[in-house]
């Protein structure tokens, strides 16, 4: 049965399950508060019609009673008057002592009292409604509890993907860009598939590996391939599902995971997010409790079973720093394995995968769509190729054309084109001076990319953009690239100040983005001669007086410094460059989008 299907039918379950539940509980507490209700009615409408007991004595006395009725077991008594209409109701007494009143009563009969002491059983409508509301807030608390424990998922049902009969349908052909991380899983699926070979030998495969890497990268995929390559099952949870409301419920949910996978051995354990549970444990003292309690199941749970089991562990995350210390050490997490964002040719294998069941015009470049999307994760990139296709859908193109894609690498990049939106001609002159600033900007700095394009049109909350072409993965920044990068990101601010004699609130995350760029090649890169090839990374700043009482005014200096000779050199390139500046504006305003091609003319 394929995967979706199997995802569909557990789906369907648990709904049909949470909506019994639901009913159950609903119709429990409906007809529990139309008792009491009905109790309570009946109660209050007696007392308004009550008659003090001592009063009732008199009015037997004077014979002006003509019955009385009783219910065995009840403290009260209906009375009728004599002459009072049959329509009438009667009133009601409270009985202090029934025995003593029905002794007192048939006296009064034998003395020649024309009364009638009428006797009943108990009103079993009344009987069940004063019982139960008698056992109200147990009934309650165990309705809350029931529910409660239907919304933990105590003891649900764990994802397990048969390898013979339910494949994972992953393969390591599915996975692209990521070669050497696959070289290095390809013994965890010999093992798996031949492990007498490695214990005749001796060897002992590590228990279990941490994937590590942006979200994104492929780190459920890889573990998948894994399974799927190797043929045995595959079980797997997030590690969100093992954090629970009560106490020791985390902890049942690891043993009972692992005992599931010693049965089924050989198989592959994957434990998604395992940060969730797997966080540095702090003092046993309030919630904190039941994670602690949570992760140290899973250490044991980790030490506790052999190689020969055939049983390993694979867990991913994108915060390996704050794992516990005792997780990844050798006999539980042996290996940490980076997955990284892949290079050029990663990505362009990666969109090779993801085009597959999509119709592409003749044409269609891939290698320049990865050359466009450096940084991006696999994730990412078949996100836009899944954005191409709804645009083209959209536009009623019979195939992707390139322009669907490179929309698409605009939507997720920069955000939705807003089109509809009126923009006063002020505005839009300011917009295109700050855009054509930094295309110009960047134009004469050497190590900046080349500008593809630049736009007035707004996206997402941008007024406007300049896109660059990236042909190269950069894993080092040198100091001059991140120097012209500050030139580069103040270039609008500099045209706006040149062109209008004004600034806007337009240059905000320029500023922003420069400043922590400025922020971290003093304190983090050592670039600043002053400070010197010192890190001043510390949440603390009480850290920093190792360096001298004086340290955050100097790093303060060196940081105003690095923006102000941008900011400087921004504006001398402009205004060297002054009828370009115009020229460039002027366009925009017009046409609203310059091309590459159309930019470069500009210079010739």
């Known amino acids: 049965m394929p995967k979706n299907k199997n995802n569909n039918k557990d789906n369907n379950k648990k709904i049909k399950n949470f909506l019994i539940n639901f009913i159950i509980i609903f119709l429990t507490l409906a007809i529990i508060g139309s008792l009491v209700f009905a109790y309570f009615y009946i109660e209050n409408k007696n007392k308004d019609m009550e008659v003090a007991y001592t009063e009732l004595i008199?009015?037997?006395?004077?014979?002006?009673?003509?019955?009385?009725?009783?219910?065995?077991?009840?403290?009260?008594?209906?009375?009728?008057?004599?002459?009072?209409?049959?329509?009438?109701?009667?009133?009601?007494?409270?009985?202090?002592?029934?025995?003593?009143?029905?002794?007192?009563?048939?006296?009064?009969?034998?003395d020649g009292n024309n009364i009638e002491l009428i006797q009943k059983q108990t009103n079993i409508f009344l009987r069940i409604s004063a019982t139960l509301i008698q056992f109200i807030p147990t009934l309650v608390i165990l309705a809350l509890f029931i529910l409660i424990f239907k919304m933990q998922g105590f003891g649900g049902e764990k994802k397990i993907y048969d390898g013979e009969e339910n494949d994972t349908n992953v393969r390591f052909d599915d996975v692209a860009g990521l070669e050497e991380e696959k070289n290095e899983l390809v013994e965890i699926v010999d093992f798996l598939k031949n492990p007498k070979r490695y214990q005749d030998m001796g060897a002992k495969v590590p228990k279990g590996i941490l994937l590590c890497g942006k979200p994104g990268t492929g780190k459920t995929l890889i573990a998948k391939a894994v399974a799927g390559e190797a043929g045995v099952p595959f079980i797997s949870m997030s590690g969100s599902e093992f954090i629970e409301m009560f106490a020791g419920l985390g902890a049942s949910r690891v043993r009972k995971l692992f005992e599931k996978a010693k049965k089924i051995a050989p198989c592959i354990i994957f434990i998604d997010e395992i940060d969730a549970i797997g966080a540095r444990r702090t003092s046993n003292s309030g919630a904190e409790t039941e994670n602690n309690q949570t992760l140290n199941q899973l250490l044991v749970e980790m030490d506790g079973f052999e190689t020969e089991t055939s049983v390993i562990v694979l867990a991913a995350t994108n915060r390996p720093e704050m794992l516990d210390t005792a997780l990844l050490r050798p006999g539980r997490f042996d290996r940490q394995i980076m997955i990284s964002t892949p290079d050029i040719k990663?990505?362009?294998?990666?969109?090779?995968?993801?085009?597959?069941?999509?119709?592409?015009?003749?044409?269609?470049?891939?290698?320049?769509?990865?050359?466009?999307?450096?940084g991006f994760t696999g994730a990412e990139l078949a996100n836009?190729?899944?954005?191409?296709?709804?645009?083209?859908?959209?536009?009623?193109?019979?195939s992707i054309k390139q322009e669907d894609i490179e929309e698409a690498i605009k939507k997720v990049t920069v955000g939705l084109q807003k089109t509809s939106r009126v923009i006063s001609e002020k505005d839009k002159k300011l917009t295109a001076y700050h855009e054509a600033g930094h295309a110009i900007v960047s134009k004469f700095l050497e190590t900046s990319d080349d500008v593809k394009e630049i736009s007035i049109v707004p996206r997402g909350v941008a007024g406007g953009y300049t896109m660059y072409k990236t042909d190269e993965d950069k894993f080092y920044i040198s100091k001059t690239e991140m120097e012209e990068r500050l030139v580069s990101l103040l270039g609008g601010r500099a045209a706006e100040k040149l062109a209008l004699n004004d600034i806007s609130t337009g240059a905000s995350n320029d500023i922003e983005v420069a400043t922590k760029i400025a922020r971290d090649m003093v304190t983090i890169y050592g670039m600043s001669d002053k400070v010197g090839p010192i890190s001043l990374k510390t949440d603390s700043p009480y850290e920093l007086q190792i360096f001298g009482e004086n340290i955050e005014d100097v790093v303060g200096k060196e940081i105003k410094k690095l923006i102000d000779e941008a900011y400087t050199k921004a504006q001398d390139i402009l205004k060297k460059n002054r009828p370009i500046l115009d020229a460039v504006s002027e366009v925009l305003i017009i046409q609203e989008t310059i091309s590459q091609e159309e930019f470069e003319e500009f210079f010739k």
């Open 346 to 374: 990663g990505r362009e294998e990666i969109l090779k995968i993801h085009s597959k069941n999509k119709k592409f015009e003749n044409g269609v470049n891939l290698k320049s769509i990865a050359e466009d999307t450096a």
């Open 58 to 110: 008199k009015q037997i006395d004077d014979e002006k009673i003509e019955k009385i009725e009783m219910t065995a077991g009840s403290q009260t008594a209906k009375i009728t008057y004599k002459g009072q209409n049959e329509e009438d109701e009667g009133k009601i007494v409270s009985i202090p002592d029934t025995e003593a009143f029905t002794e007192l009563i048939q006296k009064k009969v034998q």
């Open 384 to 398: 836009i190729l899944n954005e191409s296709a709804i645009i083209a859908t959209i536009n009623k193109h019979k």
